[in-house]
């Protein structure tokens, strides 16, 4: 049973566009809710979280939008660039569960110069 | 300041064989958990090493085992290799102290079973 779905699975848009992400979860357990980038040949890199009592959260070119009662989440990348064309993964935690990271299927973006 | 490290980079076993991988964690960090992510997937945990104990163990058979010693760095240990194996497997470090859930992974081993 697949506890974090993720959409879409690839995604491709041009230099400057908003690609935006989702995910969705089940659990009203988790309270912990990651964002990681992965590029071919490497380890996911975190790139952004959020926990439940905020509904957006932004660093930099990345935003995480958070919606508790729809139990949706997801990522936007501003004025997107070539560079951020890798794969994004979205993740849930659960409360007192700190090692056990739910990780959704990943979208694979690619940002056309 | 080292992040995750992880060795060896790539190794080829074949069905049956036992394998070992290694893990040193982020400095400062105390938790070690490793993944396994099959290829086009999302990483799967194992399961997570605290003070020298596993902690948490996610749906894997026994014959994946760990071990962490007490510099914090940890061993995944796999048995009796079977070609579903095949992967990248992640290792992970957190610290255990403090409200901070921050999983910072390693570039990963990649296992390839024959």
């Known amino acids: 049973q697949q506890q974090v779905k993720q959409s879409p699975q690839s995604l491709i848009v041009q230099k400057g566009g908003i690609p935006i992400i989702n995910c969705a979860y089940e659990?009203?357990?988790?309270?912990?809710f990651p964002w990681y980038q992965q590029f071919p040949g490497k380890g996911p890199a975190l790139l952004i979280a959020?926990?439940?009592?905020?509904s957006e959260k932004k660093e930099g070119r990345f935003t995480i939008s958070f919606n508790k009662s729809a139990k949706q989440f997801s990522l936007h990348i501003m004025d997107s660039q070539p560079g951020d064309s890798a794969t994004y993964f979205c993740?849930?935690?659960?409360?007192?569960?700190?090692?056990?990271?739910?990780f959704g299927k990943g979208t694979k973006l690619s940002v056309k110069p | 300041d080292a992040g995750v490290t992880q060795s060896p980079t790539h190794l080829i076993k074949t069905r049956g064989q036992q394998v070992t991988l290694r893990c040193s964690p982020k400095s400062g960090h105390d938790t070690v958990s490793w993944y396994q992510q099959a290829l086009g997937q999302g990483p799967q945990f194992i399961f997570q090493y605290y003070e020298e104990e596993e902690r948490q163990r996610g749906n894997f058979p026994d014959r994946f085992s760990g071990h962490q010693f007490p510099n914090y760095s940890s061993e995944l240990n796999v048995n009796a290799l079977l070609l579903g194996d095949s992967a990248l497997y992640l290792c992970a470090s957190s610290p255990r102290t403090g409200a901070s859930y921050e999983q910072y992974f390693g570039p990963g081993t990649r296992l390839t079973v024959t």
């Open positions: 993740a849930a935690q659960g409360r007192g569960s700190q090692g056990n990271l739910i």
């Open positions: 659990n009203t357990a988790f309270d912990y």
């Open positions: 959020i926990r439940p009592d905020v």
